[in-house]
């Protein structure tokens, strides 16, 4: 798969239909990728890496490398192509700037889930069958994958890519029955005071970095109204923590109907808050109170939160349509 | 040298607690360490590190520093400081305890800001030595010995047993305090444990890495280098890399509408965020390539020069875990030591 991204990227950076390739770069280690944008053959060969660490979400970057002049390819996973539309459809992405070729996805993982797993001290990994074989300082560790997934890959969405110009791998399917709303179901059924108590504990360990911010391809304002101090409400640390809260809360409702899980917000929090799960609880409650939407799916369809109908929900009745009181 | 057989290691947390606030790292529900005030029942982290460092004790994320209160045409002024209690962190790695000397330079330098001092007096910090050290460590590269750690006390933990030894004097008195629960101890152990612990130091990924091209006379290059523009152009401008930093010390000072007064709080600063350091005219650094230049700046070219050659890092390798993007200070220098050859 590697090999023949590489290959096809120096094919179209040499024929100059591109001008540059924008991918994944290895590191120091076997785990740590970076997004990286590769201009030569060279660099390509030097540094171009595709694997089950290619877990960033190279959409947003888009925004700018759009911009830059010149025709970009650039190499998204299934759930990547749906950040991608979405941005189209706000008209972020200077579309005739990009030239996609989507990757099949097996999943992905880093190396926070292997240390999780309790693999630490990693010097090599190799992948055997459904298994990930690692070197450490401290012997050789086996780990079946599916037990080191994001939890965005446990329940992956879809594995069909909505949108590119050409396809290196398997095409797929989305899969409704995923259970990607199991939790969201879980929490519903608490009680108030239970679930208060689940987001106070998760929140209480937020740092307040913004990494989950900044890495969201919904998050996409030119200037956050929490950076700017002409809002009144810009934060750099909140005077207390139950502001911190409200950051998180705030977001959520800030992408609702915009947000395509991508599940980057969770991947890149240091502190392991599963922040996903507030905005598949929006995902959720649109799905219910005005029929099945996915955000980037297409990019002409209606938000459902940008339109209005006579037969929208009102109020008094999203008890009934199955909302939780 | 002392030892505590470990099934007592209860009753040694409870009998510092007895005497002061204690903290310890602890398992959260995400299966990551942080320190904890202690309380009884409290479980002794077995990672290697926190997500958080040691600086939270002495340099907190947020501390209020002054209130302002106005009534009809007074303004009353507080502070807004309690009594400093003592407290103990215990579990302190070799790498964070180098941070706090790092951080000294900083805050007790004159003018000495009283609030850190406050801190630093009533905390006594007791080490605990490594014994696995991961691919991300690269303590050695600063002169830091993982299995030496400095502190007021430092602990090593065998299989069945805790030795310390205190080196301050306030290590002495912690231990004195602590004498009915301890007994002399031969060496040996320790010893042991120390070599195969630099046997291991020795095989990291990470034990060639050095800065030492970054000690002379090279500002200019360095900041001149073409290499930021690759070496930024992914990062998401977030503070992972500042907050989990046990040596980043920039703060900024805002104030708080109370509704009837203001609070004056001070909060952690990131260099990676685009109001850092803005002034009326606006940010100096106006992208994020100049952003991103100026936090691996300070901690490889302007901290040395100002502090006799040593450097803002201590290896703990949060940032290598923790980035987003996994773009880090390794990676830079290694990168731009090229350069200066």
Known sequence: MQAMMIARAKELLESGAVDRVLGWKTGEFVYDVTPAVFTSAEELDAGFVYDEFCGPNLSKYLISESRKGGKVLAFLKPCDTYSFNQLLKEHRILRENVYVIGVACEGKTDGEMLKAAGIKGITGIRSEGGSLVADTLYGEKTVKKADVLHERCLCCKSKKHVVYDELIGEEGEPDPGCGRFDMVEKIEAMTADERFAFWRGELSRCIRCNACRNVCPACSCEKCVFDNDASGIAQKAAADDFEENMFHIIRAFHVAGRCTDCGECSRVCPQHIPLHLLNRKFIHDINRFYGEYQAGEDTDSRAPLNTYSTGDVEPSIVYEKGGNR | ?341
């Open chain 2, 1 to 341: 040298m002392q030892k505590l057989s470990l099934e007592k290691l209860g009753g040694f947390f409870a009998a510092i607690a007895e005497k002061a606030a204690l903290y310890l790292p602890v398992d959260n529900a995400a299966g990551q360490a942080q320190y904890q005030r202690w309380s009884e029942g409290a479980v002794l982290s077995s990672a290697l590190n926190t997500v958080r460092s040691a600086k939270d004790f002495f340099f907190p994320q947020t501390e209020n520093l002054v209130d302002f209160k106005l009534k009809g045409k007074t303004i009353e002024i507080t502070d807004p400081r309690t009594e400093q209690e003592d407290f103990v962190v215990f579990g302190v790695r070799a790498c964070d305890a180098r941070s706090f000397s790092i951080l000294d330079k900083v805050f007790l330098a004159d003018p000495v800001d009283g609030y850190y001092k406050a801190r630093r007096e009533h905390g006594t910090i007791v080490t605990l030595a490594c014994t696995e050290p991961e691919e991300t460590c690269f303590c050695q590269s600063f002169g830091i010995d993982p299995a030496e750690p400095a502190g007021d006390v430092s602990c090593w933990k065998t299989g069945t047993d805790l030795f310390l030894r205190a080196n301050t004097e306030k290590g002495e008195a912690l231990l004195s305090s602590l004498s009915a629960l301890l007994e002399e101890a031969d060496e040996a152990p320790v010893r042991a444990q120390q070599e195969a612990t630099r046997e291991i130091l020795k095989k990291l990924p990470l034990a060639a890495f050095t800065t030492e091209s970054f000690g002379g006379d090279v500002l200019k290059k360095v900041f001149d280098s073409e290499k930021w523009a690759e070496l930024s152009q992914s990062c998401l401008g977030c503070g992972t890399c500042t907050f989990v930093c046990p040596t980043c010390q920039c703060y900024d000072i805002r104030d708080f509408d109370t509704g009837h007064g203001v609070r004056r709080f001070r909060c952690w600063d990131s260099c990676m965020y685009s109001d850092f350091t803005r002034m009326a005219h606006g940010n100096p650094r106006l992208t994020q390539k100049e952003r991103f230049r100026q936090r691996f700046m300070h901690k490889l070219v302007y901290f040395p020069a100002n502090n006799n050659g040593e450097y803002g890092c201590v290896g703990c390798g949060r940032c290598l875990a923790k980035c987003p993007i996994h773009m880090n200070i390794v990676k830079v220098a290694k990168t731009l030591e090229g350069e200066l050859k």
